[in-house]
């Protein structure tokens, strides 16, 4: 299975997205967005930002658990990496985002949760 985004709408009505690795898992999560186009353009700005090194941020929750940002050119944050136990897993999610964004299909679909 190829890498993808998906677009969901939440209870709110707003629009999100995920990428989703070969493997099915996600690897990235969106904000949340008023329209469906906005988060398309959202999913643009990952694939234009996902292989430059310096739009990603490392970071630690206050559960110990390393996670990553991918920002915009604007500073914006367009997407959060799930938590992982140490710096060396976030780092091949880096990875993983870099090399399956630019190329991934988006899935124009809408499963309302």
Known sequence: MAARFQIQQGRNGKYYFHLLANNGEIILASQMYASKASAKKGILSVQTNATDSSRYEALVNKAGEHY???????????????GYANSTGMKSGIKSVSRNAPKAITEDIIVKV
């Not at 050119?73 to 990496?81: E, L």
Request: aromatic share 6%; net charge positive; charged share 20%.
């Open 68 to 82: 990553f940002v991918l920002k915009a050119k604007n500073s914006q944050v367009i997407g959060t990496s799930e």
